[in-house]
């Protein structure tokens, strides 16, 4: 009965997402000025054949480097909670 | 714990393939799909395939974290320096100042489909190597972190 249940909501749920997918406008964008720019320009502004990578690395490198920051910090914070701890050292809150 | 021996064999074979392409697809970043952060995890993925195959002790001999943490902060001083090496040229930081000067990375590109020269991109390609070498360090000392738990069981 349970099993059941969860199916039928289950369905009702994807069921509906879809609908509502349905109708969404799906490559067409309404805004294409910025889309157009990058195509047009990016290979000669950049001298990089693949876009995508221009678009990351030059036009957006800003946001790449926050990218990198966050990596770098996610490792220290892995590097911290892994540690071996000293010999008689003990957490605060044990 | 410790797998057989084909799967060690394997692992072994694979190790330097999974480098290689890595470095590839950082390498190529500016002409064909790919770039730092999925080069780098390719590489990093050889650790993870050595890391399963052996014991965690036989792999730090051939891995060690020390070269990997260098590998990471090298990497990001890289990005930054790169950047930061616009200002000196009268340009943002970040902003592209060898593309297309004609020195490194600085050739000509032709307009529209071609071949792809890889000495083009100005910035991007050092930028690229800088976020692959430091995914590679970063992933890779994750890996062995995390896994530094899995040790051969005694008996």
Redesign the interface.
């Known amino acids: 009965m349970r099993n059941v249940l969860f199916s039928a909501i289950l369905l009702l749920f994807f069921g509906g997402l879809t609908y509502l997918a349905v109708d969404l406008p799906f490559g067409a964008p309404r805004a294409t000025d910025m889309d157009d720019y990058f195509i047009r320009n990016a290979?000669?502004?950049?001298?990089?054949?693949?876009v995508?990578?221009?678009i990351?690395?030059?036009f957006r490198?800003?946001d790449?480097?926050g990218?990198?920051?966050v990596?770098?910090t996610?490792?220290l914070g892995?590097?911290m909670m892994?540690r071996k701890l000293k010999e008689g050292e003990e957490y605060e809150n044990d | 714990m410790k797998m057989t021996k084909i799967v060690r064999t394997t692992a072994d074979l694979f190790f330097p393939f999974c480098l290689v392409f890595g470095l590839y697809v950082v390498v190529h970043?500016?002409?064909?799909?790919g770039?730092?952060?999925q080069g780098g995890a390719v590489m990093a993925t050889g650790t993870a395939l050595l890391l399963v195959a052996r014991a965690y002790d036989d792999v730090t001999g051939r891995i060690r974290k020390g070269a990997m943490k260098a590998c990471?902060a090298t990497?990001?001083m890289l990005?930054?320096l790169a950047?930061l090496g616009g200002l000196f040229h009268g340009r943002a930081?970040?902003g592209?100042w060898l593309?297309?000067a004609g020195g490194l990375?600085?050739?000509?590109?032709e307009?529209?489909a071609?071949a792809?020269d890889l000495y083009?991109?100005?910035?991007?390609p050092l930028?690229?190597f800088?976020?692959g070498i430091?995914?590679l360090?970063?992933l890779t000392?994750?890996l062995l972190?995390?896994l530094?738990g899995i040790k051969e069981e005694k008996k």
């Open positions: 290979q000669a502004q950049t001298g990089a054949n693949n995508v990578t221009a990351v690395f030059d490198g800003f790449t480097l990218e990198a920051t990596l770098f996610a490792v892995v590097g892994f | 970043g500016h002409l064909t799909p770039g730092g952060f990471e990497g990001l990005f930054l950047g930081f970040l592209n593309a297309q990375f600085g050739n000509r590109v307009l529209g071609n792809g083009t991109g100005g910035l991007i930028l690229n800088g976020v430091e995914v360090g970063g000392v994750i972190y995390m530094s």
